[in-house]
């Protein structure tokens, strides 16, 4: 039985038009686009880069106050 695609999906999806990113997933739009064309291994990369995406994402936002 076919175990479908891994995907850091959480059913938040906003894409910051500034950034070109989700702030859900922090996927870039090419990679949102072509989640399902890309290889296991070409998905994997993308997921190990995603926590330091959004770390650089929220470092990069003028904190609230």
Request: glycine share 8%; charged share 30%.
């Amino acid at each position: 039985m076919s175990q479908g695609i891994k995907t850091p999906c959480v059913k938040v999806c906003f894409v910051d038009p500034k950034a070109q990113i989700c702030v859900g997933c922090f996927r870039k739009m090419e990679e949102l686009g072509r989640w399902t064309k890309y290889s296991d291994d070409e998905r994997a990369v993308i997921m190990g880069e995603l926590d330091a995406r959004r770390e650089a994402y929220l470092a990069s936002r003028p904190a609230a106050g």
